[in-house]
C-alpha cells in the first residue's frame, strides 16, 4: 500500500507540474499566468478541490494515440469564493493549445452538471484554440453540450466567463451565454472569423485585437463588460463581482454589515445636479454620493454611456442601479442603452436585486440610423424588462422625464412599486419649447412679436403641465423629496419592499422583442 500511495502521490505532482517548463516558459513569454496560478487567484487559498484530475483523451489517428496527457487540457474543480462555493473551469493552454476535444468536454459538462446540481456560481478561465480539429465532429458535440448547459443555467446560477487567451469560432458563444465576461487587454480576443478568414472573404486587413480584443469589445461591440489590463486585476474584480451575486436564483444576494449610517443625509446634491435641465453633470457622482461608501460596480462602463448599469449597496443590501447619464448624449435612450439596460434588469430580476432606476432623460435619440437600426424594437426589450421584473423597483426622476423615455425607464405606470422626485423634476411628453411650438403654433405665427409670445405661452405651459407636483397630484409620483433625503427614502422603501412577493401568469414563457 505504502509504493502505491507514493506512486500515486508522484503521478499527481505530474499532473500539478503540467506539460513541462519549456510549454510553461511561452506560456509566460505571451504575458500569461498558467492555469493552476489562475485558480489560485480566483479561489480562496487552500480551497480547490479537483475533479477528473487524471482524465485522458482515447482518441486515436494524427499523432494522439501518442499524446495523452493527463487533465486533456481543462482543469475542473470547486473550491470557495469568501466561503461560498464556486466552480470552476480553466483551459490549459500549454495542452493542446487548450482545444476542446471529447475528453476535455465531458469534464467540462460534469462540472456544470455539478454547478447547477449545487445551485453555486459557475467561473469559466477561458485560453483555448476552439474545437481540436483531430478529433472532428466530436469536438464540435462537445461545445453542443457546454452551450445547452449555459441555457439550462441560465437565470439559475450566476455564469462568469473569464477571456485570458484567444477565443475563436463556435466557442466564442459560451462566453455569449454568460451574465458577464471579462477581458484581459493585449492578450485575450473573441471572435467567430479570424484576421486571416476576415482578409480572404473581405480584402480587410486587421489585427487580432483590432478585430476581437479587449477594447473593442468593451467599446464597441458589447461583448465584453468588464476589461483590465492584467490578470491579476480581472480575477480581484471576478472575486469583488461573486460578492455582490447570490449562489442562485433561489437566494438573495449576501448583506454586508455597513457602517455608513443609513439616514445620512446627502446635501452635495443639490449642488451636483444643475436645476437647468439643459446643463448636463455626471450622474456616477450621484450614485457615489447616494450608495455605501460610494461604492459601486459599473457594468458595461465603456458601452452605451449614455446609461449607467451598476451594482451597490444601500445599507449593506445589493441593489442594481439603472441611471441615465446627461454627461453623455445628454442622457437619451438609443438602441444600444436600451439593450444594455435591458439586459441588466433581466440579470437582476433572475437573481433577486431590487432595481432602483434614476431618471433625468430628453426622449429616446431621434435620427434615420435609428429608426432604421430597429430603435423600435430595442426600445421595446427594456419596456419589456421592465414591465417582466418583478422584484422590488423604486425610481427616482431628478430633472427631466419626456416622452416615451419617461414610460419605459420604470415609471409607476409599467409596474414601479415607488416612485419619487426631486423639485426640479419635469414630466411630461416632451419639453416646453417642443410643446408650446405644436400646442400654439397659430398664435405664434399671428403674433405682432413671435418670440415674445413664444416666450409667454412656454411659461404658461410649464406652470399648467411641467410643474412639479404635477404628476405627484395625480399620484403618478408618490412623493417629492429633498434631494439630501434621497438615500434615507430609498433605503426606508427597499426595507419595506423586502418581503415583495409578486404571481406571474401561468406560461411557458414570453416571447420578448428582438
Partial sequence: MKSQVAELAQLRERVLAGPGEKATAAQRAKGKLTVRERIGLLLDEGSFHEVEPLRRHRATGFGLEA????????????????????????????????????????????????????????????????????????????????????????????????????????????????????????????????????????????????????????????????????????????????????????????????????????ESLAELVPADGNRPYDMARVIEEIVDDGEYLEVHQRWARNIICALARLDGQVVGIVANQPQTLAGVLDIEASEKAARFVQLCDAFSIPIVTLLDVPGFLPGVGQEHGGIIRHGAKLLYAYCDATVPRISLILRKAYGGAYIVMDSQSIGADLTYAWPTNEIAVMGAEGAANVIFRRQIAEADDPEARRAELVKEYKAELMHPYYAAERGLVDDVIDPADTRAVLIGALAMLRTKHAERPARKHGNPPQ
Fill in 67 to 266: 499524446k495523452k496527457p493527463y487533465t486533456d487540457g481543462v482543469v475542473t474543480g470547486w473550491g470557495t469564493v469568501e466561503g461560498r462555493t464556486v466552480f470552476v473551469y480553466a483551459h490549459d493552454f500549454r495542452i493542446f493549445g487548450g482545444a476542446l476535444g471529447e475528453a476535455h468536454a465531458a469534464k467540462i459538462h460534469k462540472i456544470m452538471d455539478m454547478a447547477l446540481a449545487a445551485g453555486a456560481p459557475l467561473v469559466s478561465l477561458n485560453d483555448g484554440a476552439g474545437a481540436r480539429i483531430q478529433e472532428g465532429v466530436t469536438a464540435l458535440a462537445g461545445y453542443g453540450g457546454i452551450f445547452r448547459r449555459n441555457t439550462a443555467a441560465s437565470g439559475v446560477i450566476p455564469q462568469i466567463s473569464v477571456m485570458l487567451g484567444p477565443c475563436a469560432g463556435g466557442a466564442a458563444y459560451s462566453p455569449a451565454l454568460t451574465d458577464f465576461v471579462f477581458m484581459v487587454r493585449e492578450t485575450s480576443q473573441m471572435f467567430i472569423t479570424g484576421p486571416d478568414v476576415v482578409k480572404a472573404v473581405t480584402g480587410e486587413e486587421i489585427t487580432q485585437n483590432g478585430l476581437g480584443g479587449a477594447d473593442v469589445h468593451a467599446e464597441t461591440s458589447g461583448v465584453c463588460h468588464f476589461a483590465y489590463d492584467d490578470e491579476e486585476t480581472c480575477l480581484e474584480e471576478v472575486r469583488y463581482l461573486l460578492s455582490l451575486l447570490p449562489r442562485n436564483n433561489r437566494e438573495t444576494p449576501p448583506a454586508v454589515p455597513c457602517d455608513d449610517p443609513p439616514d445620512r443625509r446627502c
